[in-house]
């Protein structure tokens, strides 16, 4: 026995929806299928040893599954037909059996038959079917009654049907309802009680019955003190086999007690006992009227006293129903108080009639019950209301409680009770750009989403369904619609766990035209059941960028761009990988500590991390706030937390140098986890193509126009007053982070992210000391690790030998020449000599696109500096550019460096290139070997293309 296409998982509970769920039968009526729909299992095996030779029975629980409804019909010779639609009907649920002995030519055969879930209706030849949902609570009783042959040879023929050669029927019932079940081998009677106790004033009880017996079921044997009468439990289902209300009724006041059977030993007897009898099958009933006196009480919806209840949700508006904005519409029509919930009546009912309940509130709450009337009959009637509850700041706010209602007679000292459950619940639909439900768009937000002509999602948290219709989506220029057509949005099923909602953007990538915009939506419940809202999602034309740590950037360009924060877990590999390799030294030559203890800082999942600005020498006091008096238009995080996510940043309309930073909102202290040079510019640089003139280096190298950070191109060629607008940024040999040249630094105001003044940070334990050449420890506070470095970018090391701790001690260059960590922050590793060019690295500050010059370009472009007149090469003053560490003629004499990638392991110091004289004679290409300062000197950055990226660069610049 195989059980095909079952889903493989279901909800918990059903939808509250009227049309899945019969709350006053408590039983389903639909399928309440979970949203995103499960996943289906194609074959499930049910089959197991038989106990009797010619009986199989199998149980087998299945999760809800939509059958939709779909009429099938019987052959000739009883087998039921596919419908028409193969596809559909493949993908049903459905049975295949396998039975032996069904071909008599082949009594060992195999053969299968499939069964599927179908309602019969009629008798015989003129019986129509129709398809059959699987409901949760229902049992699904198929029995084959006849094989006239055999079957299909195999599963898969079986499967594509028709049944031919047997007939079966399936039986459904809600167990809901049905607690005492019989079943003879074909067919069931349930009932859902079978002893009722009426008392000395008699009543009415009742019990719901089904059989599958075609006649249908009788009730007999029941003495002429009870009367009985049978009508269907749904008024649409008549069939014999539908389920019945009996309702058993004593009219007669006793002084003495009585029961039927007169006598226990006779409950199964059929002459002396009354029994519900469907074909063969009998469920006996008992039946007891007492001399005492009946203390009930029972809780209603209606004056008639004939629906139950358990449960009432007062509307969210109280007793503020009716004001402005405050009401419940439903087919255009505006609901009374009473109609849509907001004041709620119920009645009580007590035996005897004049016992008045007393109400007694598990809790504190703010629900007003007050008593309206007593009636006859012992109904008391009562109203229920409370405050509006959608004036404070939580959208989906609930209150509930349970109040027990008791009535006691006093003379007998008897009692009895009832409960009644009270919920006032908040309906909404939340928009919220992100999946986590964090970021409400119904408040000001930085976030934004990408014109690139993909699908973008915003998510909607709601426990009441909603609509969702576009209002308008103008650019800001006006030039057209920044989102594709949006066709009006129905949610039927919500969810307060959020369900996206999906529009797609405009393609503004490829042409540029409209830049930046907003789509405003309205999001209103069909039933008035909360206010309609107006919402806005920011769409910008922005250029993903390739990881860098410098960006350049034209002032007043209409496009933003996106800053991809994995350059953190980038630079976390990469160092790694130096560390690893530096870990299996040891002595003098290993790391002055255990390798964790130089970790880098990674950017988990879950880390929801902010950006900021460090510092700025932009100030522009008219902006409007603190990101656009730094220099910048736009400055946010985008995409959530994590690796995956992005900085955007869109330039002001001044030049100048922006450094940012984000910090961890994981990691204790909140660290700096990685900075980036926004490098503002009038023009973007240029590329010149510079001519070998001597030396061995290649024969061309392609050299940017600026320094690196400059305000201006190289142009002034050793003299002017404003030569310091051509210096830029100088770093570190190794670092990533910009520092000004020592004029730049004298002639320009620096600020902090609030606009306050900002200064720059010494790290050093005294003038011009050398700590650390023996002894690793002596240099803390004196230099920093890579980590620290990257958590303080706007800390220099001053006065020292080297910047990074890893490379201590270093009295003698075979304490470091080995180490990764030494030789590789600015050139990747590639061989064993660490003077072949490996690579642009994550430490590397040039943009995307361009690398710190290598040793070999370095010697093509000192010989073209010293032909200047020929080259048309230009360099500025270098005694202004100054030789490092914010100092300015202290080192004995004014010389200009200009980096180079490769370390040497033979010296201390990296490569570089340098000018002592101003002149085209002050310029060759060696490594400072006897100067105190040596990587602690700053160095000006000069780069060059990179040869290993193979798009173009100027692609990701915005205009």
């Not at 019990?207 to 007999?220: D, I, L, N, R, Y």
């Not at 030993?265 to 001399?291: C, H, I, P, T």
């Not at 769409?539 to 953190?568: C, D, H, W």
């Not at 190289?714 to 002017?720: A, S």
Request: net charge negative; charged share 25%.
């Amino acid at each position: 026995m195989f059980f095909y296409n079952t889903n493989a998982e279901g909800r918990v509970s059903p939808f509250e929806n009227e049309t899945y769920w019969d709350k006053a039968n408590r039983k389903a009526k639909q399928p309440s299928i979970p949203v995103p729909a499960p996943t289906v299992t194609e074959k499930t095996d049910r089959t197991s040893s038989i106990a009797e030779e010619k009986i199989l029975l199998r149980e087998m629980y299945v999760p809800e599954a939509v059958n939709t409804p779909a009429d099938a019909t019987q052959g000739a010779n009883g087998e039921t037909l596919p419908e028409n639609n193969t596809e559909n009907y493949l993908k049903r649920p459905y049975i295949v059996v396998g039975l032996t002995g069904a071909d008599k030519s082949r009594p060992d055969k195999e053969t299968f038959f499939r069964i599927d879930y179908l309602k019969r209706t009629g008798v015989e030849a003129d019986a129509t079917y129709e398809y059959l949902p699987l409901l949760r609570n229902h049992r699904y009783l198929v029995n084959i009654t006849a094989v006239g042959g055999p079957g299909f040879d195999t599963e898969e023929d079986a499967k594509k049907g028709p049944a031919a050669n047997i007939m079966y029927n399936v039986v459904v019932w809600s167990e809901s309802t049905m607690s005492n079940v019989q079943y003879d081998g074909q067919y069931m009677l349930g009932v859902s009680a079978d002893h009722f106790t009426f008392y000395r004033e008699g009543g009415s009880l009742t019990a719901k019955v089904q059989t599958s017996w075609p006649e249908g079921f009788t009730v007999e044997g029941l003495p002429a003190w009870i009367g009985y009468s049978i009508e269907p439990s749904d008024p649409d289902k008549t069939a014999p086999t539908d389920e019945k209300t009996v309702t058993f009724t004593v009219t007669e006041h006793v002084d003495a007690s009585r029961m039927w059977p007169e006598k226990p030993e006779d409950a199964q007897n059929a002459l002396k006992a009354a029994y519900v009898k469907a074909g063969r099958m009998k469920w006996f009933l008992g039946f007891e009227q007492s001399k005492d006196i009946n203390v009930t009480l029972q809780i209603f919806a209606d004056e008639a006293c004939s629906q139950p209840l358990e449960f009432i949700e007062v509307n969210q508006y109280g007793e503020s129903y009716g004001q402005a904005g405050k009401v419940v519409t439903k087919d255009g029509h505006m609901l009374t108080a009473d109609e849509a919930g907001a004041r709620v009546t119920f009645y009580v009912k007590t035996e005897p009639h004049d016992l008045e309940p007393v109400f007694h509130a598990e809790a504190a709450n703010p629900f007003k019950i007050e008593k309206a009337v007593q009636l006859a009959g012992g109904i008391w009637r009562y109203t229920v209301t409370a405050p509006d509850i959608t004036g404070n700041t939580e959208y989906f706010d609930n209150f509930n409680t349970t109040y027990t209602l008791t009535v006691t007679h006093v003379e007998t000292g008897r009692s009895a009770s009832g409960k009644l459950s009270l919920l006032q619940k908040e309906y909404n639909a939340i928009p919220f750009f992100d999946e986590w439900l964090y970021q409400s768009l119904l408040v000001p937000s930085d976030n934004i989403y990408l014109m690139d002509g993909r699908q973008k999602r915003y998510y909607v948290k709601a426990n009441s369904e909603y609509k969702i219709e576009l209002v308008s989506a103008l650019s800001d220029n006006g030039a057209g619609d920044v989102i594709e057509t949006f066709a009006p949005f129905q949610e039927t099923h919500p969810s307060l766990s959020g369900k996206p909602v999906s529009f797609t953007a405009v393609d503004d990538i490829t042409t540029p035209r409209l830049y930046s915009g907003k789509a405003r939506f309205k999001i209103y419940s069909p039933d008035g059941l909360f206010p309609e809202r107006e919402f806005e999602v920011e769409l910008v034309s922005g250029i993903v960028q390739p990881e860098a740590n410098t960006y350049m950037l034209k002032a007043g360009a209409k496009q933003g761009i996106f800053i991809p924060v994995s350059r953190v877990n980038t630079a976390y590999e990469y160092y790694n990988m130096l560390l690893e390799h530096d870990a299996v030294l040891s002595g003098t030559q290993g790391l002055p500590g255990s390798r964790s203890d130089f970790m880098l800082n990674k950017l988990d999942e879950d880390d929801h991390w902010k950006v900021n600005i460090v510092w700025t020498d932009i100030q522009k006091p008219d902006g409007q706030n603190d990101i656009e008096r730094a220099g910048l238009s736009e400055l946010s995080e985008q995409g959530g937390s994590g690796p995956g996510s992005y900085i955007y940043l869109k330039p002001g309309q001044t030049p100048g140098n922006v450094l940012i930073e984000i910090k961890s909102g994981k990691i204790k202290g909140n660290p700096t986890l990685w900075s980036w040079h926004i490098w503002i510019v009038d023009k973007y640089p240029t590329v010149l193509e510079v001519g070998k003139y001597g030396g061995d280096g290649p024969e061309t190298v392609q050299l940017m126009s600026h320094l690196l950070g400059a305000y201006e191109a190289v142009h002034t060629q050793y003299g002017d007053n404003k030569a310091y607008r051509e210096f830029g940024m100088q770093y570190q040999w190794g670092r990533k982070d910009p520092f000004p040249a020592y004029d730049v630094r004298a002639q320009t105001n620096f600020y902090d992210g609030n606009g306050k003044a900002f200064d720059f940070l010494w790290e050093q334990k005294g003038d011009r000391a050398n700590y650390g050449l023996y002894n690793a420890q002596e240099a803390r506070g004196a230099a920093m690790t890579m980590k620290q470095s990257i958590e303080r970018p706007n800390s220099i090391v001053s006065h020292q030998s080297f910047w990074l701790y890893e490379c201590f001690p270093h009295a003698a260059v075979s304490n470091f020449k080995d180490r990764w960590v030494f030789l590789y922050p600015w050139n990747k590793p590639s061989s064993d000599n660490p003077e072949e060019v490996g690579g642009k690295t994550v430490f590397d500050p040039s943009p995307y696109g361009f690398r710190i010059m290598s040793q070999k370009e370095a010697k093509t472009l000192r010989y073209a500096y010293k032909h200047a007149n020929e080259s048309g090469i230009k360099t500025p003053l270098p005694g202004s550019v100054y030789d490092g560490s914010f100092l300015n003629n202290l080192s004995g004499r004014k010389q200009a460096f200009f980096a180079v990638a490769q370390a040497r392991n033979d010296v201390h110091a990296g490569r570089y290139l340098f000018n002592s004289l101003g002149s085209s004679s002050g310029w060759s290409e060696a490594s400072n070997t006897n100067a105190t300062y040596r990587r602690c000197m700053t160095f000006s950055i000069r780069p060059v293309i990179d040869p290993d990226v193979q798009d173009n660069y100027k692609k990701y610049l915005p205009e």
